[in-house]
C-alpha cells in the first residue's frame, strides 16, 4: 500500500526550488527565524494535519472554504499532494541545518512551503497572514501555503465536479502555486523553449510543481 500510495503522485523533477542549497536570506521583508527544524516523521504528521485542515484556527490564517461540486466546504488536500509539493518546494525544510535558521533563498521563498507574497522586500501592502510567524512556525507556514492552494482552487480553470478529494483535480491549483504561465505547467515537457505564457507551447520550461498520474491511495490514511 505504500509503495503504491507513492507512486499516486510522481515528482517532475526532484531538484527543490530551495533546499538544495539551504540559504536563509536576509534581504526579506521579514527576517529568516532560529529554530531546529522537525523531524521526517513529525514534518509528515504536520502536513497531514493542515492537509485534513485539522490545525487550530490560531495556527494558521483564515482560509476560505472552496468548492466541491457547487457546494462550499471546508478546504482539505489530498495528503500526498500536498507532501509532494512540499518536498518539491523546499526538500521538508522550514529550518536550515547549518544555519539553524528558517531557510529563505533570495527569492524570499519563506519555509516549508515557500511563502513569498508579501515577504519581498519590495512588498508594502499588508498581508492576510502573520508575517513573523510564517518564518518562525512550521505548523503556521503550512497552513498559508493551504490558504493560497484554497484560493487557487475557487479561481477559473477548474475540472467539472471539481472534487477536492481527487488528487487530478488539484491541477490547476497546483498550477497557479508559482504563477499561473506555462513554464509552471505541471506537464510542460523539458525541452528548448522561448515564450513564457500560460498557454504558449513554445514557453520556458521551468520546475514544475507535481505531475499528477493517479488519485489511487492519495488519503492520509494510506501510509
Known amino acids: 500500500m505504500r509503495v503504491a500510495a507513492l507512486l499516486a503522485v510522481l515528482f ?3 531538484v527543490p526550488s530551495a533546499a538544495s542549497a539551504c ?3 536576509t534581504g526579506c521583508r521579514e527576517p529568516p527565524d532560529p529554530g531546529t527544524n522537525p523531524s521526517y516523521s513529525q514534518t509528515s504528521a504536520l502536513i497531514e494535519t493542515v492537509s485534513q485542515h485539522r490545525q487550530a484556527a490560531s495556527d494558521g490564517p483564515s482560509v476560505a472554504t472552496i468548492y466541491q461540486g457547487t457546494s462550499k ?3 482539505t488536500l489530498p495528503c500526498l499532494f500536498y507532501k509532494a509539493l512540499i518536498y518539491v518546494e523546499s526538500s521538508w525544510t522550514h529550518f ?3 544555519t539553524g535558521l528558517t531557510i529563505v533563498p533570495t527569492s524570499c521563498g519563506f519555509g516549508y512551503s515557500q511563502v513569498t507574497w508579501g515577504l ?3 512588498h508594502t501592502f499588508e498581508t492576510s497572514y502573520d508575517r513573523p510567524r510564517v518564518a518562525s512556525s512550521p505548523l503556521y507556514n503550512l497552513a ?4 493560497f492552494l484554497a484560493e487557487n482552487w475557487n479561481m477559473k480553470p477548474y475540472f467539472a465536479g471539481r472534487d477536492p478529494e481527487v488528487i487530478e483535480h488539484w491541477y490547476f491549483a497546483a498550477w497557479r502555486y508559482n504563477n499561473y504561465v506555462w513554464y509552471n505547467n505541471p506537464n510542460n515537457p ?3 523553449r522561448t515564450a513564457a505564457t500560460s498557454t504558449a507551447p513554445t514557453a520556458a520550461p521551468r520546475r514544475p510543481a507535481i ?5 489511487s491511495g492519495a488519503s492520509c490514511a494510506a501510509r
Open 12 to 14: 517532475a523533477a526532484l
Open 23 to 25: 540559504s536563509s536570506y
Open 73 to 75: 466546504v471546508t478546504a
Open 96 to 98: 536550515c541545518g547549518d
Open 120 to 122: 519581498k522586500a519590495s
Open 144 to 147: 498559508t501555503g493551504l490558504s
Open 190 to 192: 523539458t525541452g528548448p
Open 211 to 215: 505531475r499528477i498520474r493517479s488519485a
